[in-house]
């Protein structure tokens, strides 16, 4: 099946620092990725709509300059967290939607990535 | 279900049961509707989906059902299992085409009593 992985699958960063996380499609090629964020508990909420080679689609209320996003391959999406703060710990996942017929695979499908654990300190 | 602040609604039942989990949703433009299910840590794993124009589809021991009038999902689960025992969540497609993204439900934290 379709298969995409991220890393890492947790990290612990003190506040004031960036963090990256890395969404990577390994079987298909994937021209739009996308970001959510998932408080415990609670439902997944989608951040960002990354596509290769242009700017990132943010949702309503997500800061564009605090989550920076770079789709610089069809294969990988990257989301950095800059000058992270506690209400930043969060589990983020992405999901890959393969680029129309690749592989055989329905461009209409999202396939979810692990997820990463993210703890601010 | 409905779930308020950082309680998920819960359903608890013995293996060997039927479950139904209950999903409402908002939009009545949304197209096609997926089950997902989320183990603890994990990313969320497809199920079922279906689309606007069905109302009921069957996997191997899931069924979905869906009532555009009310806007109601529902999954059925055949004969619950341990290995059931998860977070499911359903999503809505908002948008036409290739161009959509997903919208999720609040989520229902299901219990598998041996």
């Known amino acids: 099946g379709a298969v995409v992985s991220q890393h890492p699958s947790w990290v612990i960063c003190k506040s004031g620092t960036s963090v990256k996380i890395e969404c990577r499609s390994l079987?298909?090629?994937?021209?739009?990725m996308f970001w959510y964020r998932q408080f415990p508990k609670q439902s997944l909420m989608l951040m960002a709509t990354?596509?290769?080679?242009?700017?990132?689609?943010?949702e309503q209320g997500v800061e564009k300059d605090k989550f920076l996003i770079n789709h610089a391959s069809l294969t990988l999406s990257t989301l950095t967290v800059t000058s992270a703060h506690p209400e930043d710990s969060s589990f983020y996942i992405c999901?890959?939607?393969?680029?129309?017929?690749?592989?055989?695979?329905?461009?209409?499908?999202?396939?979810f990535g692990p997820g990463t654990r993210l703890t601010v300190t | 279900g409905e779930s308020v602040g950082l309680h998920l609604p819960t359903l608890s039942v013995q293996e060997g049961d039927n479950s139904i989990i209950n999903c409402a949703y908002s939009?009545?433009?949304?197209?096609?509707f997926i089950w997902y299910k989320q183990e603890s840590g994990k990313g969320p794993q497809f199920i079922i989906d279906?689309?606007?124009?069905?109302d009921k589809r069957q996997g191997q021991r899931v069924t979905v059902l869906l009532n555009k009038t009310v806007k109601h999902l529902s999954l059925q689960i055949a004969a619950t299992q341990p290995g059931d025992s998860a977070v499911y969540f359903c999503?809505?497609?908002?948008?036409?085409?290739?161009?959509?993204?997903?919208?999720f439900g609040k989520g229902t934290l299901l219990t598998v009593n041996p």
């Open positions: 939009n009545s433009a949304s197209d096609y």
């Open positions: 279906i689309r606007s124009n069905m």
């Open positions: 079987d298909f090629q994937a021209t739009t």
């Open positions: 990354s596509n290769e080679g242009s700017k990132a689609t943010y």
């Open positions: 999503a809505e497609r908002r948008g036409g085409g290739s161009n959509y993204k997903l919208t």
């Open positions: 999901s890959a939607r393969p680029t129309g017929g690749a592989g055989g695979r329905s461009s209409y499908e999202q396939y």
